[in-house]
């Protein structure tokens, strides 16, 4: 059984901080992994992609993959209390067009 | 904007009805699918399709039926409602030449009593 693993939260971090979420996933021969974002009762909403090893930033949002570990995080820069929402880490499974999802960890930025 | 619509998007039925729930797109892209959302259960995947002449079943298809009308069109169908099919249905797209990044619509919150 393949698995994307999340720390349900909440994550609770001061306006102005860096909040730092965590993915780990099983299948090791993944390699397109997303972020997204959802507000209660909304759909998910797109922040990032990342398919290599490293860093990708886009704008106050920074997504690392480390493959090896099995691991992809995503970094919020300067927490704004608009950004309290549950991140969703997703991961497709290579040769297939299907992803997986974890049940997403809650942030709050406290103002 | 290209988009991800869903019809309706709210609806109350009650046990045994059959209902369906529609999803339309205009990113052009090839990969359809249906999700469902249960608190604290994440998204779990009902169907997926990648044209209109394959349709995939996924973890939780029981009870649940599809059809890709188009390369734009994504139905699912509940053919006989129970409560425990309360949920917030998500339809989302993909394609592989467009990075493999999944789209969601706006979701249907179904309620069946």
């Known amino acids: 059984q393949k698995e994307v693993e999340q720390n349900s939260g909440p994550l609770s971090v001061p306006e102005g901080a860096i909040a730092s979420l965590n993915c780990t996933y099983s299948?090791?021969?993944?390699?397109?992994f997303f972020w997204y974002r959802q507000y209660s009762g909304k759909s998910p909403e797109l922040i990032m992609s990342?398919?290599?090893?490293g860093d990708k930033e886009d704008g106050r949002f920074t997504a690392q993959l480390n493959k090896a570990s099995q691991y992809v995080s995503l970094l919020i820069r300067d927490s704004q209390p608009s950004d309290s929402a549950t991140y969703l880490c997703?991961?497709?499974?290579?040769?297939?067009?299907?992803?997986?999802f974890g049940t997403g960890t809650r942030l709050k930025v406290l103002a | 904007d290209a988009d991800v619509t869903q019809t309706p998007r709210n609806r109350i039925t009650k046990t045994g009805k059959r209902i369906m729930l529609e999803c339309s797109q205009t990113?052009?892209?090839?990969?359809m699918y249906w999700y469902r959302q249960d608190p604290g259960l994440g998204l779990r995947l009902i169907y997926y399709?990648?044209?209109?002449?394959?349709?995939n079943k996924g973890e939780i298809s029981d009870g649940y039926s599809v059809s890709r009308q188009a390369q734009a069109k994504f139905s699912l169908s509940l053919e006989s409602a129970i409560p425990n099919q309360t949920a917030l249905y998500f339809c989302a797209t993909s394609d592989q030449q467009r990075g493999d990044e999944q789209y969601f619509g706006p979701g249907t919150r179904l309620t069946v009593t």
């Open positions: 990342i398919y290599s090893n």
């Open positions: 997703a991961v497709k499974e290579l040769g297939t067009y299907k992803y997986i």
């Open positions: 990113k052009g892209h090839d990969r």
């Open positions: 399709s990648f044209d209109v002449k394959d349709i």
């Open positions: 299948d090791r021969v993944s390699q397109s």
